[in-house]
């Protein structure tokens, strides 16, 4: 009766497992499809506010915030392999570590990436192209916050969080830059962007009950660069490649 029995839990934690799997999975893909759907409606809704002029902004400064955001050299992709793998094997302290080890090197190159755009914001003649830049540096921090946020959330498998907080996002994108372009164009969505960002940071931070803290580790930083930064580099290609 044993081996029966044995079999009989193993197969009912299996389809357990299976359901589980399903239903993150539908929530999961409802929920992009659901923030696709807002943001091609606010993509819309913007550009008519914009007009052709200001839509090009607009497409110019996301050219320079996009190369922001990939100023963590890759460690946060290598975070959403390495901590699955640690955890598995069952190291709570050494995911912990690398979790932490990410976050410090994340808001480190997110200040150096936003002071270099601020250096070069000072360069440009053209006065909306300037002010622009100076805040895209906002946006740059705040959009590595929230994308280290989902990468967390979507490590440790909080799919529900991780959905409700990208819809969120959406929704929040979607109020602040119409309502920004509608006060002062594309720079008011820039703020409004930037704004509506460091929101759903929080609210990811705050959903997910998320504990993280800097945590300087030479080492493993340097681990994760070697084995995120090929990563970084088809990003790079590929976002130079879309602004040609």
């Not at 922001?68 to 640690?86: F, H, K, Q, W």
């Not at 006065?127 to 967390?152: D, E, H, M, P």
């Not at 969505?189 to 030479?218: E, H, P, Q």
């Amino acid at each position: 009766l044993a081996p029966i029995k044995r079999n009989f839990f193993t197969s009912t934690r299996m389809s357990l497992l299976k359901r589980r799997v399903v239903k993150d999975t539908v929530i999961y893909t409802l929920a992009n499809y659901i923030a696709m759907a807002i943001g091609i409606l606010v993509g819309v809704v913007t550009k008519a506010i914009l007009g052709t002029v200001g839509a090009g902004y607009w497409a110019l400064l996301r050219v320079f915030a996009s190369y922001g955001e990939y100023s963590d050299l890759g460690t946060r992709n290598a975070m959403n392999r390495e901590i699955p793998r640690v955890m598995g094997a069952g190291k709570q302290e050494e995911a912990l570590k690398t979790q932490d080890s990410a976050y410090a090197f994340m808001l480190l190159a997110s200040f150096i990436s936003s002071f270099v755009i601020a250096i070069i914001a000072l360069t440009m003649q053209d006065t909306v192209l300037r002010k622009g830049l100076l805040i895209c540096t906002a946006l740059v921090i705040a959009t590595q916050l929230y994308n280290f946020s989902l990468t967390l959330l979507r490590t440790l498998k909080k799919v529900g969080a991780l959905s409700m907080v990208i819809i969120m996002n959406m929704v929040l994108v979607g109020i602040f830059s119409i309502l920004g372009a509608l006060w002062k164009g594309v720079l008011g969505m820039a703020v409004g962007v930037s704004i509506a960002t460091f929101i759903s940071a929080w609210n990811a931070y705050a959903l997910g009950k998320m504990d993280f803290r800097i945590r300087w580790d030479s080492t493993e930083i340097l681990r994760l660069v070697r084995i995120g930064f090929p990563m970084v580099i088809i990003s790079y290609a590929l976002v130079t490649f879309l602004s040609l």
